[in-house]
């Protein structure tokens, strides 16, 4: 079994290729299970951004645009990503929502800003893409370009759940590296990079009920599994599937 792409180079150029830019919206939205996980991710942001009313925005590895076209609009919106294809498409999808994003090709471990130039910046599937040594890369840049007391949201998967799954389904089919955690070891590895955790939100709770739930498309009932599935995110779950982060950078 091949190792997981875990390069810098390796995954730029596995999200640079045009049929995983061409599948990538309908991969992350069109199962139920998925559809839902978006929505919680939506809602987490836009939330924050109310809350938080930065003026200065930057989404780090934008993609296809999937949170960009969706998020709530702030003053300066800056779209980063290291492929010209999702940048591509991501431009497209903002430009046909009437949002006024800048967008820029740029390398997510030398970030080409100044020093304190955002107020909130958000990534979600990027930096768990890179080992302990990587990972300590992007958090010093990260926090170099937030302003002071800035804050940083990102997105966690819990090994508890997310590593029996991924045993079942078959390593060999998840072809970039994916870093899990515990939650007291994301706590204290975000806080030890000078990223203090004032919020850490479980998602997808239930996640066995809702994986069994999502087979529902099979027989064709997509809408009532997307329905059920949203349900169980009103009930407590000490171990979700999923964390959102909301980060405040220490002075």
């Known amino acids: 079994m091949s190792e997981p792409i875990s390069t810098k ?3 730029q150029e596995f ?3 045009p049929v995983v830019v061409g599948s990538y919206l309908a991969l992350r939205v069109r199962e139920p299970f998925n559809t839902v996980l978006h929505e919680r991710q939506i809602g987490f942001l836009n939330r924050v951004i109310g809350s938080l009313q930065p003026r200065r925005v930057l ?3 934008v993609g296809p645009g999937r949170l960009s076209a969706e998020v709530r609009a702030a003053s300066v919106m800056v779209g980063m990503d290291g492929s010209p294809n999702m940048l591509t498409e991501a431009r497209r999808r903002t430009r046909e929502r ?3 994003w800048n967008f820029v090709r740029a390398d997510g471990f030398s970030l080409p800003f100044a020093t304190g130039s955002f107020d909130l910046i958000y990534t979600l599937r990027f930096i768990r893409h890179f080992d ?5 890369t992007l958090y010093r840049e990260l926090k170099r370009i937030l302003r002071p007391g800035g804050h940083l949201v990102l997105d966690a998967q819990n090994r508890l759940v997310s590593l029996p799954h991924r045993l079942e389904q078959g390593m060999q089919n998840y072809k970039v590296y994916d870093e899990l955690w515990l939650r007291d070891e994301l706590v204290a590895e975000l806080a030890g990079a000078g990223l203090v955790p004032r919020e850490v939100e479980g998602i997808m709770r239930r996640f066995a009920w809702q994986r069994r739930l999502n087979r ?3 027989l064709r009932l997509a809408s009532p599994a997307r329905l059920l599935i949203r349900a169980l995110e009103w009930s407590p779950d000490r171990n979700p599937s999923t964390w959102m982060v909301l980060c405040q950078a220490a002075g």
């Open 9 to 11: 180079s390796g995954i």
């Open 98 to 100: 009437g949002l006024a």
């Open 132 to 136: 302990r040594g990587g990972r300590e």
């Open 15 to 17: 999200y640079d290729d």
């Open 216 to 218: 529902l498309r099979y």
């Open 59 to 61: 989404e780090v590895a």
